[in-house]
């Protein structure tokens, strides 16, 4: 158990919907960080927040935006979903940004678009 | 940009030594990093190496080259539960600002009896 969360586990939804994946970073950790996972892709870096601000974006669509709260959790909202959007979507945390800071990723959220 | 190469799949026999190399292309390099993953789970931090050299951990080895922009993993005695798919991850960034990791598609090692 790495201690970051993430709920749901599984999401089954349809084209055209919107949803909202969480992430509680682990205790002390100011920096959360979104990756996509498909089976035809390897782990793919959506996005970085560090205590609250947007740090590093990749290659996250427009469709899908994220935001850190006060308490240091993580939304990740998707937009106008389509089939292409099913994933694994994990979070990770690190203490910091500096050089050394091993992500301790949480368990992810399988996201079924039918 | 950003390129990292790994092998798709390996295979090894319980008990034996393997080593998975993965090379890359990146800009702002600071560190390269390997992960473990089960299929359909989180993947978990095997080793981190910022300097030219080996580092060691128990059964596994990591080794970096900045030069040549290569590194390998090396796993020792083999277990069956090694089966998994091993991540080669560059850290890019300037400064310090940030510590997004740009991943390689993995390597699947399967472990035979």
């Known amino acids: 158990d790495s201690g970051v969360t993430q709920t749901p586990k599984h999401l089954i939804t349809a084209t055209g919907q919107r949803v909202t994946l969480r992430c509680s970073p682990r205790?002390?950790?100011?920096?959360v960080y979104w990756y996509q996972q498909s089976l035809d892709q390897g782990l793919q870096f959506l996005i970085q927040?560090?205590?609250?601000?947007?740090?590093a974006k990749g290659n996250i669509l427009e469709r899908f935006s994220a935001q850190q709260f006060p308490d240091l959790h993580s939304e990740l909202n998707l937009s106008s979903l389509e089939l292409g959007d099913s994933a694994l979507y994990f979070c990770?945390?690190?203490?910091?940004?500096?050089?050394?800071?091993?992500?301790?990723f949480g368990p992810g959220t399988r996201l079924t678009v039918t | 940009g950003q390129n990292i190469d790994q092998p798709t799949e390996m295979t090894a026999t319980e008990g034996a030594i393997v080593q998975i190399n993965c090379t890359y292309q990146?800009?702002?390099?600071?560190?390269l990093f390997w992960y473990q993953q089960h299929a359909g789970e989180a993947p978990t931090f095997l080793s981190y190496?910022?300097?030219?050299g080996l580092e060691e951990k128990g059964r596994f080895s990591s080794f970096l080259s900045r030069s040549k922009g290569y590194s390998y993993l090396l796993l020792k005695e083999l277990q069956m539960k090694d089966s998994a798919s091993y991540l080669c991850?560059?850290?890019?960034?300037?400064?310090?600002?940030?510590?997004?990791?740009?991943f390689g598609t993995g390597t699947l090692l399967a472990v035979q009896p």
């Open positions: 990770a945390s690190s203490v910091g940004v500096g050089q050394g800071y091993e992500q301790y």
């Open positions: 205790s002390g950790d100011l920096s």
């Open positions: 927040y560090y205590n609250g601000e947007e740090r």
């Open positions: 990146t800009s702002g390099f600071n560190g």
């Open positions: 190496n910022v300097l030219d």
């Open positions: 991850a560059v850290r890019a960034g300037y400064g310090g600002a940030t510590n997004k990791l740009i």
